[in-house]
């Protein structure tokens, strides 16, 4: 009888832990964490494959380099054999997301407008929790300018983060990669109060240089429709959970290229400016966060992406600075927001607790 009152004991303990009654593990939860690229928008996959120049490596590309992820992509056929990663479809749908276990999203500087369902199936894919959404902007030269307003309409449609592109450029005279301002060599260097800074800026070599190729740059919005006011992104003037990650230098300036004018940010303005900005929503109800990742420039494709690690004889730490990121982000996803839920008891446990205590009571007379 003592080890029948032993075993209740525990099971009274594991109760209160919130250990019986927990969920299963999941087949994503014990494989690799998955990335979707977009090459379904007019995108190019300029960074996931080897930079050469002349025959000689310049940058490994990101698929032999970040091993630890499982890639994929939505896009043309064409590029299942040309990257030797699965094609999951011509167009975003909910479904391909989770079949596939996705957990990062990258759009990467779209040329053409989403449908409203393929917004409609990210924003649901959202609200499982835990997810990461990456979407890349760029400068309002060309048809960049038409890339800000498609990356504003998506994330005004999703309605779920405060950060926008504004509708303007960056340009750098002193810090940039062969004497070309448009050429920004920007930093890694996360605000202060940005939770778990020190994963954003492990193992950089070359003081966190990253190349913005033309960047734009981003602001926020009152409302997350996009109806209310835009604003710079400041450290001290910031929707909640919105942290910059790489800015340019001090020597810096907004700049016009095409109608409209910037809504938050004026021509000539000079000093540090936002080029990656994160935020860290709740989408779905009761679920673990997602993190939102609004960028000027983008990691992949364009005109030269962020991932290189030389560019005009600048050494950068381009790859290392989007493994930190892409490994930040996932971080970030894994625990609620809510301080009490590692110790939150479990509804069913606890009922099985409960019914136990009156029977332990009565074996101790």
Same mark, same amino acid.
């Given at each position: 009888?003592?080890?029948?009152?032993?075993?209740?004991?525990?099971?009274?303990?594991?109760?209160?832990?919130?250990?019986?009654?927990?969920?299963?593990?999941? @087949?994503?939860?014990?494989?690799?964490?998955?990335?979707?690229?977009?090459?379904?928008?007019?995108?190019?996959?300029?960074?996931?494959?080897? @930079?050469?120049?002349?025959?000689?490596?310049?940058?490994?590309?990101?698929?032999?380099?970040?091993?630890?992820?499982?890639?994929?992509?939505?896009?043309?056929?064409?590029?299942?054999?040309?990257?030797?990663?699965?094609?999951?479809?011509?167009?975003?749908?909910?479904?391909?997301?989770?079949?596939?276990?996705?957990?990062?999203?990258?759009?990467?500087?779209?040329?053409?407008?989403?449908? /409203?369902?393929?917004?409609? @199936?990210?924003?649901? =894919?959202?609200?499982?929790?835990?997810?990461?959404?990456?979407?890349?902007? $760029?400068?309002?030269?060309?048809?960049?300018?038409?890339?800000?307003?498609?990356?504003?309409?998506?994330?005004?449609?999703?309605?779920?983060?405060?950060?926008?592109?504004?509708?303007?450029?960056?340009?750098?005279?002193?810090?940039?990669?062969?004497?070309?301002?448009?050429?920004?060599?920007?930093?890694?260097?996360? =605000?202060?109060?940005?939770?778990?800074?020190?994963?954003?800026?492990?193992?950089?070599?070359?003081?966190?240089?990253?190349? @913005?190729?033309?960047?734009?740059?981003?602001?926020?919005?009152?409302?997350?429709?996009?109806?209310?006011?835009?604003? /710079?992104?400041?450290?001290?003037?910031?929707?909640?959970?919105?942290?910059?990650?790489?800015?340019?230098?001090?020597?810096?300036?907004?700049?016009?290229?095409?109608?409209?004018?910037?809504?938050?940010?004026?021509?000539?303005?000079?000093?540090?400016?936002?080029?990656?900005?994160?935020?860290?929503?709740?989408?779905?109800?009761?679920?673990?966060? $997602?993190?939102?990742?609004?960028?000027?420039?983008?990691?992949?494709?364009?005109?030269?992406?962020? =991932?290189?690690?030389?560019?005009?004889?600048?050494?950068?730490?381009? /790859?290392?600075?989007?493994?930190?990121?892409?490994?930040?982000?996932?971080?970030?996803?894994?625990?609620?927001?809510?301080?009490?839920?590692?110790?939150?008891?479990?509804?069913?446990a606890l009922i099985v607790g409960l019914a136990v205590v009156p029977l332990l009571l009565r074996r101790r007379k």
């Amino acid at each position: 009888m003592r080890k029948v009152a032993v075993l209740l004991a525990a099971v009274v303990l594991l109760s209160v832990f919130g250990v019986v009654a927990s969920p299963a593990v999941s @087949a994503a939860d014990t494989g690799k964490v998955v990335i979707a690229v977009d090459l379904a928008h007019g995108e190019n996959p300029k960074g996931l494959t080897d @930079a050469t120049y002349k025959g000689k490596l310049l940058t490994k590309g990101m698929l032999k380099t970040l091993t630890q992820y499982t890639f994929v992509y939505f896009g043309d056929t064409k590029y299942e054999s040309e990257l030797g990663i699965k094609d999951i479809g011509g167009k975003i749908t909910y479904d391909a997301l989770v079949k596939n276990n996705v957990t990062i999203l990258i759009l990467g500087q779209p040329i053409s407008p989403l449908y /409203p369902d393929e917004i409609k @199936a990210i924003r649901k =894919w959202l609200e499982l929790g835990g997810k990461v959404l990456w979407v890349a902007g $760029d400068s309002d030269y060309g048809n960049g300018a038409k890339t800000q307003q498609f990356v504003d309409s998506l994330l005004d449609q999703l309605n779920i983060t405060n950060l926008r592109v504004d509708l303007c450029s960056v340009e750098d005279a002193v810090s940039n990669a062969g004497g070309k301002s448009y050429r920004v060599v920007a930093y890694d260097d996360p =605000w202060k109060d940005t939770p778990k800074r020190s994963i954003l800026v492990q193992n950089l070599k070359y003081g966190g240089k990253i190349l @913005a190729h033309g960047p734009g740059v981003v602001a926020w919005v009152d409302k997350p429709d996009g109806s209310g006011a835009w604003h /710079p992104l400041e450290p001290k003037v910031k929707p909640d959970n919105a942290y910059v990650i790489i800015h340019s230098s001090n020597h810096s300036d907004i700049t016009e290229n095409s109608a409209p004018a910037g809504k938050a940010y004026s021509a000539g303005s000079t000093g540090q400016f936002p080029i990656v900005a994160a935020q860290i929503v709740n989408v779905g109800k009761d679920k673990k966060p $997602d993190v939102i990742i609004v960028s000027g420039e983008t990691p992949i494709g364009g005109y030269e992406p962020m =991932w290189v690690s030389q560019y005009y004889g600048v050494k950068l730490d381009g /790859p290392t600075v989007i493994a930190n990121i892409l490994e930040w982000s996932v971080e970030m996803t894994k625990e609620s927001q809510s301080s009490s839920s590692g110790s939150k008891i479990c509804g069913p446990a606890l009922i099985v607790g409960l019914a136990v205590v009156p029977l332990l009571l009565r074996r101790r007379k």
